[in-house]
């Protein structure tokens, strides 16, 4: 099974601020099976970013996916107050038993 | 406009059984892969099963294998988890999701309880 590691566990930022969050895979992974979500509290999660890179769709340009191998980021270039949320990276790269990570809480400062 | 709604959660005791169902519109439900996907109160996301597009091939995560079975009906745009010796560490909202290149469209869940 491969293993996310997301850190850190919970930011505290101000809005405007630079996000960046990480994800780390045990094993390597394509790049193309690698998807971010976004989640509030009492809402289902909401797809930001598949491939490692591309945005799903109606999601703004501040947000922006990169990475290979093991390692990949999500950035929030600058923070909106509705993106204070708790942030999951999730791993189809090792078809078809998926994984997700623990998640990053992104909080206000 | 694509729409999944669960139901079928609720109050179980210990080793019991549960049947969820999720209704699946606005697309072409045999066309995609679909999956459970469970998160326990507080805690995070964990995905817990997949069927295929022709229902022929499913999987699970270790910790439901032998207790939970996906199914789906494509006449009736339909997804299953039935769940049975149900644990309390069952305990989770339970989203039925759609499968392409990541989850993009989700259901608003439907709560199952685990408790004697």
């Known amino acids: 099974e491969i293993v996310l590691m997301q850190s850190p566990g919970t930011l505290s930022l101000s809005p405007g601020e630079r996000v960046t969050l990480s994800c780390r895979a045990s094993?390597?992974?394509?790049?193309?099976?690698l998807a971010w979500y976004q989640q509030k509290p009492g809402q289902a999660p909401r797809l930001l970013i598949y491939?490692?890179?591309s945005r799903a769709t109606g999601i703004p340009d501040r947000f922006s996916g990169s990475g290979s191998g093991t390692d990949f980021t999500l950035t929030i270039s600058r923070l909106e107050p509705e993106d204070f949320a708790v942030y999951y990276c999730?791993?189809?790269?090792?078809?078809?038993?998926?994984?997700f990570g623990q998640g990053t809480k992104v909080e206000f400062k | 406009e694509v729409q999944l709604v669960e139901s079928g959660g609720g109050l179980v005791q210990p080793g019991g059984s549960l049947r969820l169902s999720c209704a699946a519109s606005?697309?072409?439900?045999?066309?995609?892969?679909m999956s459970w996907v469970r998160q326990a109160p507080g805690k995070g996301l964990v995905w817990v099963a997949n069927?295929?597009?022709?229902?022929?091939?499913?999987y699970y995560v270790d910790s439901v294998k032998g207790r939970f079975t996906i199914s789906r009906d494509n006449a009736k745009n339909s997804l299953y988890l039935q769940m049975s010796s149900l644990r309390v560490d069952d305990t989770a909202v339970y989203y039925c999701?759609?499968?392409?290149?990541?989850?993009?469209?989700w259901g608003q869940g439907t709560l199952v309880t685990v408790s004697s």
């Open positions: 491939g490692a890179s």
């Open positions: 606005g697309f072409t439900f045999s066309d995609y892969w």
């Open positions: 999730q791993q189809y790269s090792a078809s078809p038993t998926w994984t």
């Open positions: 999701a759609r499968f392409w290149s990541g989850f993009a469209y």
């Open positions: 094993q390597s992974i394509s790049s193309t099976y």
């Open positions: 069927i295929k597009p022709n229902g022929r091939e499913e």
